[in-house]
C-alpha cells in the first residue's frame, strides 16, 4: 500500500540552526501539507501546497519557515533559524484532491 | 469551545466493550474526519464522513454526523487491546483544499 515517507524520524538541532524536514508524498497524490503537534497538543496545520505554490498557511507559518518541492517526489519544510519553541512532531500528508489525508510516520524535531 | 473538540478525554474500557467518542466544531465543513494515533507515532486515516452524510459504516467503525448540531460520534465495536489509542476528529475547513482542524483527541484505552 502507498504511503508518505519522512526523513529523518529524529532531528536533534541547536538553536537558531536550520533545518529541513523531508517528506516523499504518495506518487500520485496532488496536494501537499505540513502539521505539525507539539508534545500533549493538539495536531496543527501549518501549510498547504499545489501546483508548485503555497496554496493555504497558517499564522503558525511565517517567515522562518519555507516549502519546496526540489524535484518530482520530494517535499520539504525548511526552519530557518530555530527557536525552542518550535520542538515538535512534524507531519507530511498528501491528498489526491478533497479527499482523506495520508500522513507520515512524523519527524520528531528537538531544538536545544 | 474550539472546532473538532471530542469529548471524553479519555475513555477506558474492557475488551469486547464498545467506545464511543464524540466530537463538536464550530463552521461549516465539507467532511470530517476521523483518526488514530498510537503513542509517538503517526496519523492513521480512519474514515471520512462527507457533509451531506449521516451515517457510515467501516469494519467495526461507524461513524454519524449531524450537521444541524455540528457533531460526529464514532463507535467502535467489540473493541480489542490493539484499538488502545488516541483518536481525533478533523474537519475540512472547506478552503477547496483538504486543509485539516484537528481536535484534541480521545485517548481510549481497551483492557484485556
Known amino acids: 500500500e502507498p504511503e508518505v515517507t519522512q526523513t529523518p524520524s529524529h532531528q536533534v538541532t541547536q538553536m537558531g540552526q536550520e533545518v529541513i524536514l523531508r517528506c516523499v508524498p504518495i506518487?500520485?497524490?496532488?496536494?501537499f501539507y505540513w502539521y505539525r503537534q507539539i508534545l500533549g497538543q493538539k495536531v496543527e496545520f501549518l501549510v498547504s501546497?499545489?501546483?508548485?505554490?503555497?496554496?493555504?498557511k497558517s499564522e503558525i507559518f511565517d517567515d522562518q519557515f519555507s516549502v519546496e518541492r526540489p524535484d518530482g517526489s520530494n517535499f520539504t519544510l525548511k526552519i530557518r533559524s530555530t527557536k525552542l519553541e518550535d520542538s515538535a512532531m512534524y507531519f507530511c500528508?498528501?491528498?489526491?484532491?478533497?479527499?482523506?489525508?495520508?500522513f507520515g510516520q512524523g519527524t520528531r524535531l528537538t531544538v536545544v | 469551545s474550539q472546532q473538532g473538540e471530542e469529548d471524553p478525554q479519555a475513555l477506558s474500557i474492557q475488551e469486547g466493550e464498545n467506545a464511543t467518542m464524540n466530537c463538536s466544531y464550530k463552521t461549516s465543513i465539507n467532511n470530517l474526519q476521523w483518526y488514530r494515533q498510537n503513542s509517538g507515532r503517526g496519523l492513521v486515516h480512519l474514515i471520512l464522513?462527507?457533509?451531506?452524510?449521516r451515517e457510515k459504516h467501516s469494519g467495526r467503525l461507524r461513524v454519524t454526523l449531524d450537521t444541524s448540531k455540528k457533531s460526529s460520534s464514532l463507535l467502535i465495536t467489540a473493541s480489542r487491546a490493539a484499538d488502545t489509542a488516541s483518536y481525533f476528529c478533523a474537519t475540512d475547513r472547506g478552503t477547496g483544499y483538504s486543509t485539516l482542524t484537528f481536535g484534541k483527541g480521545t485517548m481510549l484505552l481497551v483492557s484485556p
Open positions: 464522513i462527507r457533509s451531506n452524510e
Open positions: 500528508a498528501s491528498t489526491r484532491g478533497i479527499t482523506e489525508a495520508f
Open positions: 506518487s500520485n497524490h496532488l496536494y
Open positions: 501546497f499545489y501546483n508548485n505554490e503555497i496554496s493555504e
